[in-house]
């Protein structure tokens, strides 16, 4: 069955400096792999989707993903974290009956 | 307008309450959905709704009873909850359901609380 995991369940990053939130998939044939970021008190909101063509895929605020079929992983990137990033991050993958299956999530807090 | 929009905010109810969880939507989307998240898990899904008619139930308590009155609003009903019930409880919709590569809208969610 289709499933991802997020190995980290916080990242702590200095505002300005590089951000990863690390996601890794099992599929079986294609993968189609989802982010989606929940603001405090907010419902989730999508952020990219990779479903295929270029490895890395470019997204809102700023963010983007690298999908990776040999290390089955798609990770999300930023290369400058502002505060207003801290947020909770969750990767993605569809079933075939179109079921989304969530990691766990990952908490990002950015410092000042 | 992109807008998946939820009332209540808030809600606070005794077990033997009965009271509604509202969702709408004017994005011209087919399918919508119930999901409950626990705070800081992932959602869980709920129900699907697609074209109106519900297709997908994920063996949810009849405590919950979802209702679509038209394609753009969605309805959850809720009797006799139990404190664990306790959850943020999210609307979505999507332009069609059953497609692996849609993007779901969410709503910005319902603070249940159960006493």
């Known amino acids: 069955a289709q499933s991802v995991a997020q190995p980290e369940d916080q990242v702590n990053v200095a505002e300005g400096n590089p951000l990863t939130v690390k996601c890794t998939y099992s599929?079986?044939?294609?993968?189609?792999l989802f982010w989606y970021v929940q603001y405090p008190n907010r419902g989730l909101q999508f952020l990219l989707k990779y479903i295929t063509g270029d490895n890395l895929v470019k997204g809102s605020y700023g963010f983007e993903a690298e999908f990776n079929k040999s290390q089955t992983s798609f990770h999300l990137k930023k290369p400058s974290a502002l505060v207003s990033d801290s947020a909770l991050y969750f990767c993605?993958?569809?079933?075939?009956?179109?079921?989304?299956?969530f990691g766990q999530g990952t908490t990002l807090q950015v410092k000042p | 307008d992109t807008e998946v929009t939820q009332t209540p905010k808030h809600l606070v109810m005794g077990m033997t309450n009965k009271k509604s969880l509202k969702c709408e939507q004017h994005m011209g989307h087919r399918a919508m959905y119930w999901y409950k998240q626990k705070a800081k898990k992932p959602p869980e899904l709920m129900f699907v709704?697609?074209?109106?008619?519900?297709?997908i139930n994920e063996s949810v308590p009849s405590r919950f009873s979802p209702e679509c009155p038209n394609s753009s609003l969605l309805n959850l009903h809720l009797h006799a909850l139990q404190p664990e019930d306790s959850a943020l409880y999210l609307c979505a919709s999507s332009l069609i359901a059953g497609v692996t590569n849609e993007k779901l809208f969410f709503g910005s969610g319902t603070q249940l609380s159960v006493l």
């Open positions: 599929v079986s044939g294609n993968p189609y």
């Open positions: 993605a993958v569809p079933r075939v009956t179109g079921k989304l299956i």
């Open positions: 709704y697609s074209y109106e008619k519900l297709s």
